[in-house]
């Protein structure tokens, strides 16, 4: 299977810092991956797909880059409602698999 | 509105059973693949199981392949997840999601989850 890791673990940052996030393949996947925000007591929401597409009502301050084995998720100006947990995903492989996840907190 | 509606967890102990369903409503169902993910207390995601529009192609992560099963009825907008030989690894709240495609288990991402339902596996 292939493995995701993420970096770091978690985070503490103030509003309107940039944050980012970085997300590594044991492999290449191209650009399939995906990112997901969390927050607790609640279900996934997805944020980018295709390593760098927007998901529809998604604020653009979220972007993502990335191909092969290494991406990154960006978040331009942190806002309050951004504070939560945050998981990459591939899907090149059929078993999909998620990163560990990094949490995002209030400094 | 898109809405994913699970049900059927509960308390069961080590070598039961359980069968988890989900309810879609606000989309085409049968044009959609569907997963279940799950989540242990305090951990992070997991695919379990993945099943194509018309069921011709089902994948399963390797910790429940042999013992869960996935299903779907277009008939009546459900999704399921037959559960076998529990463990308390098993332990987890189920999300079920909707794929963004028709085949579902590969090179596509997952646009709409339910709220889960908690599966506690204990004696």
């Known amino acids: 299977d292939i493995q995701m890791t993420q970096s770091p673990s978690s985070l503490s940052a103030s509003v309107g810092d940039r944050v980012t996030i970085t997300c590594r393949a044991s492999?290449?996947?191209?650009?399939?991956l995906n990112w997901y925000q969390q927050k607790p007591g609640k279900a996934p929401k997805l944020l980018i797909y295709?390593?760098?597409s927007l998901q529809s009502g998604v604020p653009s301050r979220f972007s993502g880059s990335g191909s092969g084995t290494d991406f990154t998720l960006t978040i331009s100006s942190l806002q309050p409602e951004d504070f939560a947990t945050y998981y990459c995903?591939?899907?090149?492989?059929?078993?999909?698999?998620f990163g560990p996840g990094t949490k995002v907190d209030i400094k | 509105e898109v809405q994913l509606v699970e049900s059927g967890g509960g308390l069961v102990q080590p070598g039961r059973s359980l069968r988890l369903s989900c309810a879609a409503s606000g989309f085409t169902f049968d044009d959609y693949a569907m997963h279940w993910v799950r989540q242990a207390p305090g951990k992070g995601l997991e695919w379990v199981s993945g099943i194509s529009w018309n069921s011709g192609s089902i994948g399963y992560a390797d910790s429940v392949k042999g013992r869960f099963t996935i299903s779907r009825d277009n008939a009546k907008n459900s999704l399921y997840l037959q559960m076998n030989s529990l463990r308390a690894e098993d332990t987890a709240l189920y999300y079920c999601a909707k794929d963004i495609g028709i085949e579902g288990l590969r090179l596509t991402y997952f646009d709409y989850w339910g709220q889960g339902t908690l599966v506690t596996v204990s004696s």
């Open positions: 492999q290449s996947i191209s650009s399939y």
């Open positions: 295709a390593a760098s």
């Open positions: 995903q591939q899907s090149y492989s059929t078993r999909f698999t």
